[in-house]
């Protein structure tokens, strides 16, 4: 695919209440589609002329002069646009937050040159293609499914990837994992890639800090659903976290064997468990202020069919133990 080229030719007369503002000031309030850093780049490269004369960033203008702008804009990526149903369920002229479905890849790559959610996004606007990684600032593994953030401006981005780093954007996530985990906590180590299985990420002693928290919301015999806030974004982090702890999600097909299932487990349940097709793993909520307009917004996810079915039938199916009448009766569908 050839790549689009866009152009700024502009000339600009400062008014006299611009006196004293630095020019790449200046043209960031005119530009919010783009960066400061992006606009001073523009400057050293000479694209931005004051009264036919090359500047710098630093200039203060005076007010009354007449800038000049010849820019040439390279798009960011070349994949392919694909018009896709995206589920956007939150979207104003700088962001988009959209409810990624299960088996839908983020980003191309091996094995997927297309058909990913970085193609879609290229469909909605060619504006998307001039945004490094089509405006995606964080990911979600195929298997999960759930809310993303995704930019539609440079700034926007930039200001996004800010507060993912200082941990400003809450993630709540649900999940349905093997075992008994009895009551909250939260587990804090360093993930780092495995030494020797390359697409696994593990818990190392030379990695990046990775916090994660989780809540018991509903309680079976051999199983746990939880609620999981993510306090920092690793890979693979919560997949890690619960694998770590001895309790790999269900379905989980690198960091939890899915046909294994405990022998005490009822052979109903072991077939809908073995059968689920993907790790159960839901990114449920985002929480944050908007970086542009300082709103706050909190987008809640409903959680898909085929985690909900898998709730219903670990209810449904899983042995319990109550008391009739004085003795405790085993129920085994």
Known sequence: MTKTTHFIKKTINVSADAQGTRIDQFLTQLFPDHSRGTIQQWIKQGD???SGHNTKSKTLLKGFE???L?????????????????????????????DKPAGL?????????DGTLLNGLLAL????????????????DKGTSGLMVVAKTSECQLKLIDLLKTHDIKRQYFCAVKGCIA????????????????????VVMNGKEAITHYEPVEHFKHYTSLKVNLE?????QIRVHMHHMGHPLIGDPIYGNPKRVDATVNRELKEVVRAFPRQALHAQKLEFVHPITRKNISIVSETPDD????????????EKTQENNGFEVEYVE
């Open 232 to 236: 920092t974004g690793r890979t693979h």
């Open 183 to 202: 009551s909250p906590g939260h587990i804090q180590n360093q993930i780092g890639r495995h030494k020797t299985q390359r697409i696994k990420m593990s």
């Open 105 to 113: 890849v983020v980003h191309p790559g091996s094995g997927n040159p």
């Open 307 to 318: 985690l909900c079915q898998l709730i219903d039938d670990l209810a449904f199916y899983d």
């Open 48 to 50: 931005v002329k004051i």
């Open 70 to 98: 010849d820019i040439q804009l390279e798009q960011a990526v070349d994949d392919q646009p694909e018009p896709m149903d995206l589920n956007i369920k939150y979207e104003d002229q700088y962001l988009l937050i959209l």
């Open 125 to 140: 606007s060619e504006h998307q293609a001039m945004l490094h990684r089509a405006g995606i600032v964080h990911r979600l």
């Open 66 to 68: 007449v800038i000049d």
